[in-house]
């Protein structure tokens, strides 16, 4: 995207609120984007000396309380929000649409392999929690903590 707009391919018209929500969008997906790398060796049941991706334990606190997915809603706020903010242009709005429904797709597929790898548990956590809604994934974290 930067080469497009460095080169002068693409040509976006800045819009002051919108960058500076662009910016906070880029910041909390990366936050988001990153959560998996350091939750799941804390958490995850990760051997001593392995990658974040050889968790052995379902991990559903911090972000993953309020969404399956953090990482994938991570990826669509700091690629595809935040460029369109960012550089606000048509072209970039069009590239959004196929990157979201694809990040989408993809954490589908996700959600299939973690039932075949946590069975019961992960379908119970599936009915608890959205899989990349952050709003109703809040919701229902602030719901579940006024039972208990």
Not at 7 to 27: D, E, F
Request: charged fraction near 15%; glycine fraction near 10%.
């Amino acid at each position: 995207i930067k080469p497009l707009v460095l080169t002068g391919l693409v040509q976006p018209r800045p819009y002051m609120p919108a960058t500076i929500v662009g910016l906070v969008a880029w910041m909390g997906g990366m936050v988001l984007a990153m959560t998996p790398i350091f939750l799941f060796p804390r958490r995850g049941g990760v051997p001593p000396g392995k990658s974040f991706v050889h968790t052995t334990r379902l991990v559903t606190t911090g972000p993953y309380a309020a969404v399956r997915h953090p990482q994938y809603l991570g990826g669509i706020l700091c690629i595809f929000v935040a460029t369109v903010l960012l550089y606000p242009h048509w072209l970039f709005v069009v590239l959004a649409v196929p990157g979201i429904a694809i990040l989408f797709w993809s954490a589908r597929v996700e959600d299939t392999h973690l039932v075949e790898r946590y069975g019961a548990e992960y379908r119970d956590y599936m009915d608890r929690v959205p899989g990349i809604n952050l709003l109703a994934g809040l919701h229902g974290l602030r719901a579940r903590r006024k039972t208990t």
